[in-house]
């Protein structure tokens, strides 16, 4: 029974989400213009510090959070500040493979109806962990 539900599950997927060995493979996001696929573990990573403008909408930190799930890494560090009445800065570090997956994620924050601004900076490669 159970390997007639994998074999089920892989049907309905076409297979491709699994590799022999259980190693997941990220997929691309079509809709985003991301034509390749790339495994989560290879190559350096580089951190990127977003900084985003947005409006002080009470769901402003999770809806901008949401945006880096598309990286499928946890962020190094966020920080939250209310710099006046009608304006929020989010700044958030996160390790990336690269700098196509960085803008990847600028233009789907850039998209939200309540960022004002988004910039992008790179501060280098980071060492794997051992």
Do not use: H
Request: with cysteine; charged share 25%.
């Amino acid at each position: 029974m159970t390997t007639e539900i994998a074999r089920i599950r892989l049907a309905a997927t076409g297979g491709d989400e699994m590799r022999p060995g259980g190693d997941q493979v990220a997929v691309a996001d079509v809709y985003a213009g991301d034509a390749g696929t790339q495994r989560l573990d290879e190559g350096v990573r580089i951190l990127f510090l977003f900084v985003i403008e947005a409006d002080p909408d009470p769901d402003v930190f999770a809806r901008v959070a949401m945006i880096f799930n598309l990286a499928n890494v946890a962020p190094c560090s966020a920080r939250f500040q209310r710099r006046s009445e009608g304006n929020v800065t989010i700044e958030v570090a996160v390790p990336l493979l690269g700098g196509a997956q960085a803008d990847l994620i600028r233009r789907k924050l850039e998209q939200l109806t309540c960022t004002l601004s988004v910039s992008l900076s790179e501060a280098g490669p980071i060492a794997r962990p051992t």
